[in-house]
């Protein structure tokens, strides 16, 4: 056959600047959707208004479908159910893990409650994202598949930087292989033609009067072949021939819209073209560049954009084939030279080696080792990167196998399980590995490619193996989960609150310590309104405002508020706020540090009514002394002895107070704070009765009260004078609230394993608002009984702290104008 072969070109471009022909097009994304049929026609209704991309939809309803369909198709995402006729979407997920070697999918899972739960295991699975099927709207949909296509789309970037290098790699092995013009072509044609997916590859030889002919082809099927056939160019010597020369880039995006003329669209017609790229191969001569022909790409079934990426990979294939051209016929020439030429024979052979040094450049200089091995896995090639990843001599490789130098075994099964399996399938193989570095500097990470290198006759011959060092990803992959794991003992184990809110004043993160301290489970703290359903309703509005005058114009960044606990209690947290922004410094919510500060503030309340209390009983008695004093320095009361000893002992009195004002309070702190610990051994419950009353009888007799004793004799094991020390406290209270002309009753009798002491009165009784205040510091009835019955304040509060370091408990019943019983228990036992 013989065509024009004007026709055959497009308009050129500048070679410098390739030209592609740009039109508004999307990236093309196969979906493997798993749901129920309803559902499955809403997502795809929603995803074809996807601006950025073009989706293509595969359809299954179980798990066994979804699983046929992934592994015939390797769609880039997965859209699948949590809740399927046969099982859970996660199964599928699991057998999608098992067979392919990427740690994260390209999937998405529609969990049915968007709980905590669900959500952890989908992400543990491998799962890109999740989305709750309630939640699931046009927007969202679009939004967490675009985020999912555009990772894929990157990957598919990163794969085929990565698949040109190994081309270019591969090339040059190929080159170095061989030196016939023939292998050459055949071999590049085959090698572009199958990473640029491209449905027809040439290389275009030109002839000494600028006709050509297709010297090497790869085609696939139904195209037809133009491999051999003469093409006569009509108007090249015109034009073209220049152009080519300069190297010009000449490029086709669909040649029904492309402004050639209509022989060449008959001659792409012909040779069922809808698309081309055509790059000159030019040799280096000494003085000019010689066109030796062209390099062409044809897309047969539709039109194609080409891409810069394509341009560039094909003007470095060129290059090197045009070197490569170079080398054969040097090559030939020194075959065809006789002995007279012995000289220019050997400064050839010097050229040809420097050029074989540049070919081979890339691959001996590159940091990633790469391994040629034949079918039984010995090595007949390897780079000099494999001395820097072992130790091992590259020589010491040469003609063995892994197994023979005695490699990791894990190491050595993985590589022969891949390398059966490409010679099975053909297929390139991926996978990971471990291995030491020299020297004791630590565990090395690889990812290894295996790749398949065909023979003429189309069967594999040899298996290209290429190591990327992965390193320093795996370290910092490591190093990142440390610090994941880090901040969440953190945030779980912290004994103060860490909220997270949304902008919207939702919850979006709460810690354990939170949970504990309100009694909220987290799936019921999930997603709450933080103001109506946590805090006070008369301050909902006021937070509301300091949380919105936060985000606006960061005050309030550090807050004190009262939160509801699910019981119903308050409690009053201090917070430290601060504001949350996304990568584009947008706010995105807020983050709180809390601390619960309520036994804080009742202890500082405390501590102000006892310093109250203290300075008022203090001060009482100061004034009275004083005035005493005063009085009697003054030299007023001297004609008035008896006045002036009246004052005395109302000084001495008053000053008695005081000390005993003093001593109990310094006992009762030494009590609490167990200073003071308690000796005990055996002792009669009688005697103690007997003793305490024997105590108070002065007192009982001046105040005309009869106290009756009415005790066991019962051994108990106890701090007998603390005891004491309680009982005569009671006594005296019971005594000095009691009419004349009364009695006072002490009883103790043992009940189960326990001896219960009671202190009866015939008093005015207690208000029942005050019988468990009574027990406290500085309390009483009436603050006129510290000056009119005398005492401190302070002994019932006393007798208190020594039941209870006991292990007691002490309590009073009263009924006013009737009298009041104080009754407290010591435990039968050595405690």
Known sequence: MTATSSDLHPNPTDGNKPSVVKTATSSIMTVLIVVAETDCATYMHYLKADPNYVYEFLEAKTIAEGLSLWRAHQPDIVLVDYVLPDGEGLELLEAMTEETLATKLGAIVLTEHGNEQEHLSVMRIGAADYLAKAEVTATSLLNRVGQVSARVELTRQLQRSQQQEILIAKIALHIRQYLNIKDITNSIVQEVRTFLKADRTIVYQFNPDMSGTVVAESVLSPWISSLNQRIDECCFQDNLGGMYREGRVFSTFDVYTSNISKCHLKLMEQFQVRA?????????????????????????????????????????????????????????????????????????????????????????????????LDQQLRHLYVNLAIERATGIPVKDFLGKTLREMGFPEKNVAILESSAQRLL????????????????????????????????????????????????????????LQETNRRWQYLLDNVSLIVLGLNCAGEVEYVNPFFLDLTGYTLDEAMGKDWFSCFLPQQNQTEIRGVFSELQTRG???????????????????????????????????????????????????????????????????????????????SGVLATRPETAQNMLKIAS?????????????????????????????????????????????????????????????????????????????????????????SQVHLEAEQIADEIVFRVCDRGRGIPENHLESIFGRFNQVDASDSRQKGGTGLGLAICRSIVQQHGGKIWVKSVLSEGSTFSFTIPHRIV
Not at 350 to 371: D, H, K, Y
Not at 433 to 438: E, K, L, R
């Open 424 to 479: 099975k399938t053909g297929e390139d193989q991926r996978y990971e590995i471990d291995y030491p570095f020299p020297k004791d500097q630590g565990m090395g990470y690889y990812r290894a490619h295996l790749i398949p290198e065909y023979a003429p006759d189309g069967k594999i011959a040899t298996i290209l193996s290429i190591f990327y060092d992965i390193t320093l990803d795996k370290l910092n992959e490591v190093a």
């Open 555 to 633: 005050l309030h960044k550090y807050y004190q508020n009262s939160i509801i606990t699910k019981s119903g209690e308050e409690r009053m947290i201090a917070w430290n706020n601060t504001i949350l922004r996304n990568q584009q410094d947008e706010i995105i919510g807020t983050l709180s540090i809390g601390e619960d500060i309520t036994e804080k503030l009742k202890i500082d309340r405390l501590k102000s009514e006892f310093i109250s209390v203290v300075s008022h009983e203090l001060r009482t008695p100061l004034t009275s002394i004083r005035g005493a004093l005063g009085l009697l320095a």
């Open 276 to 372: 081309n790229l055509v790059l000159p191969i030019l040799i280096n001569g000494h003085e000019t560049q010689k066109l030796w022909g062209l390099l062409i790409a044809h897309q047969c079934e539709a039109p194609r954009i080409w891409e810069e990426a394509d341009i560039r990979l094909l003007q470095q294939l060129s290059v090197q084939l045009a070197i490569a051209l170079q080398q054969a016929e040097l090559y030939q020439n020194l075959q065809k030279s006789n002995t007279e030429l012995e000289n220019r024979v050997v400064e050839r052979c010097a050229e040809l080696s420097q050029r074989q040094q540049q070919f081979i450049v890339l691959a001996e200089n590159s940091p990633n080792v790469i391994m040629r």
């Open 653 to 741: 009195s008053d000053t008695e107070r005081l000390v005993r004002l003093v001593n109990e309070i310094l006992d009762l702190d030494r009590l609490e704070s167990s200073k003071v610990s308690l000796e005990r051994s055996w002792c009669n419950v009688f005697d103690l009765c007997q003793q305490a009353t024997e105590t108070m009888q002065a007192l009982a007799a001046e105040s005309q009260v009869e106290i009756l004793c009415n005790a066991q004799s019962q051994q108990i094991f106890a701090d007998c004078d603390r005891l004491v020390q309680t009982l005569v406290n009671l006594l005296s209270n019971a005594i000095k609230f009691s009419p004349p002309q």
